[in-house]
């Protein structure tokens, strides 16, 4: 039998003027806690307003339990009691108390006793650590005692899968470790959870599989191991590492080659780098670059352009310099001069290079 809960066929989702999700096909499986990453605008939130049709999709397909719920006669009220949403904005009663918030629905759509649903509304505040407060008002609550409600509240459902929308992006940072915990301890008790957040050192700790999204759908899929330290999309390490990123072009060997040192400084100002590290990335490009042209293979063994990229990264404060040109294989690294090979090296806390049939030569320098 699969575990497959909600599988997605070519989804789509078209508003007047943007298309957030382009096609998206993809299985979530019980007990799977998923993290959903990636830059603002990319339909994040859109899939998980789709998969309980808060949003309707333009096209594709939603099969949650076996029961598509994208066809016109399905019951959509009977799926969603088996699916809890989690809003950014709390979404609860104002003129319920604490305790009739989380009761309200096991109540009116599940039919439980109401002394039954009293009782397991006690126990799940209790274990969001709110009990006290079960008499209260939500505006007596802080935005994370609220939020730690509400997601009692989805709990009282006794949901296959639970949807958490940026639980924590309405929250002051002083409240985000306690909603999070309870999010942890649904996690390690087995609970099937997708969570669109912007928290990645939570994202990277509480789950089991990571989509980044982008371009329109899911950029990457994979373990969270694999998705911050060793993602495989262009698109998806430069969000990770937070990377801002200067391109430079060498296009003809009369080109004012150092005229790009002023361009690395510019770059370097503008992101707040040390005064070292700015120098040193100057200098290791200056010596690479000349020992490239001047003292490497003739020029007409040289496929113009040289491209290189200079990233630095904001999660790590780290900076690298990467040169990639195309015609013969050549590492002046191994069979430069001595003198520049030792310059760039001190720069340098990590070099590599290697050669790409269809990359051609490429370097990278990890600067101190």
Same mark, same amino acid.
């Given at each position: 039998?699969?575990?497959?809960? @909600?599988?997605?066929?070519?989804?789509?989702?078209? $508003?007047?003027?943007?298309?957030?999700?382009?096609?998206?096909?993809?299985?979530?499986?019980?007990?799977?806690?998923?993290?959903? @990453?990636?830059p603002s605008g990319t339909g994040k939130s859109t899939l998980l307003r789709c998969l309980n049709r808060l949003e309707e999709p333009t096209s594709g397909k939603i099969i949650v339990n076996g029961v598509e719920i994208t066809d016109p006669k399905c019951d959509i009220s009977m799926v969603?009691?088996?699916?809890?949403?989690?809003?950014?904005s709390f979404n609860l009663f104002s003129n319920l108390s604490i305790i009739d918030n989380v009761m309200a629905a096991p109540i009116d759509l599940l039919k439980a006793p109401k002394d039954k649903a009293e009782k397991e509304a006690e126990e799940l505040l209790k274990r969001v650590g709110l009990l006290e407060k079960k008499d209260n008002y939500p505006d007596q609550l802080s935005g994370g005692q609220k939020q730690r409600v509400a997601i009692a509240r989805a709990i009282a459902m006794h949901p296959d899968i639970i949807l958490f929308d940026e639980p924590t992006s309405a929250l002051d940072p002083t409240m985000v470790h306690e909603v999070l915990s309870v999010i942890r301890s649904l996690a390690k008790e087995g609970m099937t959870m997708m969570i669109v957040t912007h928290e990645m050192k939570f994202a990277k700790d509480v789950s089991n599989r990571i989509f980044y999204m982008d371009e329109g759908g899911i950029y990457e899929d994979g373990t969270p191991e694999q998705i911050f330290e060793r993602p495989v999309g262009e698109k998806t390490r430069i969000f990770i590492k937070r990377l801002k990123i200067l391109p430079l072009r060498i296009g003809?060997?009369?080109?004012?080659?150092?005229? $790009?040192?002023?361009?690395?400084?510019?770059?370097?100002?503008?992101?707040?780098?040390?005064?070292?590290?700015?120098?040193?990335?100057?200098?290791? $490009?200056?010596?690479? @670059?000349?020992? @490239?042209i001047m003292g490497g293979p003739a020029k007409d063994s040289i496929s113009l352009p040289i491209d290189l990229m200079i990233e630095h990264s904001e999660a790590d404060n780290t900076d690298m310099l990467t040169v990639k040109y195309k015609g013969r294989r050549y590492n002046p690294l191994e069979e430069g001069d001595a003198l520049p090979v030792s310059i760039i090296n001190k720069l340098s806390e990590k070099t590599d290079y290697y050669y790409d049939e269809e990359k051609g030569n490429v370097i990278t320098l990890s600067v101190r």
């Open positions: 039998m699969s575990d497959c809960i @909600i599988k997605i066929e070519h989804l789509r989702k078209e $508003y007047e003027n943007v298309t957030p999700l382009k096609d998206v096909s993809v299985e979530i499986n019980k007990g799977e806690v998923i993290s959903v @990453i990636g969603r009691r088996k699916m809890g949403m989690v809003f950014q003809s060997f009369d080109q004012d080659l150092l005229g $790009y040192t002023g361009d690395i400084e510019a770059f370097g100002n503008e992101k707040l780098l040390e005064r070292r590290k700015i120098l040193n990335l100057q200098h290791a $490009y200056e010596e690479l @670059i000349l020992e @490239i």
